[in-house]
C-alpha cells in the first residue's frame, strides 16, 4: 500500500479499530473535493488495531466530532510538509447537528429548522442525551 505524505492538511492517528469509517463519514469527507484516505486496522504498540485518517488539504476540520467518535484520537496538523501542531480533542459538552434525536416525539422531528443539540450526560459511558427530550444517543 502507497500513500503519499501531507503537504497541507490532517493526519488523524489512534483512532480506535472499526471507528475510523464513522468518523470519515461524520466529517464529510465522503463528499468533499479534498484527498483523503482512511486506513483500517492499522497495527499499532499502544492499541493492537487502530484506523488512520489523511486529509490532504486544508480544510476545516470538526474537532468535536473527532471527541465525539474516539476523544483518544490523535489529530496532527501539517503545514508545508512539517508537523505544526499535536491535538487531541476532548469530548465536548454538547453536540450540534452532528447526530439526530430518534425519538419521533422530539420537537426536532417536527420543527426541522431547529438544531440537533445533545449534552454530554456521562462522559465516562459516553452517553449523550437530546436537550429536548432527554432521549440517549446511539
Known amino acids: 500500500m502507497n500513500i503519499d505524505a501531507i503537504r497541507d492538511g490532517y493526519v488523524i492517528d489512534h483512532i480506535k479499530a472499526g471507528d475510523g469509517l464513522k468518523l470519515f463519514y461524520l466529517l464529510g469527507l465522503d463528499s468533499a473535493q479534498a484527498s483523503a484516505a482512511l486506513i483500517k486496522n492499522a497495527t499499532s504498540h499502544k492499541l493492537g488495531r487502530k484506523d488512520i485518517i489523511k ?37 465536548p459538552e454538547l453536540l450540534t447537528n452532528v447526530i439526530k434525536c430518534k425519538n419521533p416525539r422530539c420537537i426536532t422531528m417536527t420543527e426541522q429548522e431547529l438544531d440537533h443539540v445533545f449534552r454530554l450526560t456521562d462522559k465516562d459511558n459516553k452517553v449523550y442525551r437530546c436537550i429536548y427530550c432527554e432521549t440517549k444517543a446511539t
Do not use: C, F, W
Not at 480544510?59 to 508545508?80: E, M
Open 55 to 91: 486529509i490532504d488539504a486544508d480544510i476545516k476540520v470538526n474537532l468535536d466530532i473527532i471527541g465525539y467518535v474516539d476523544p483518544t484520537a490523535t489529530v496532527s496538523i501539517i503545514k508545508d510538509g512539517k508537523l505544526v501542531k499535536k491535538l487531541h480533542p476532548p469530548m
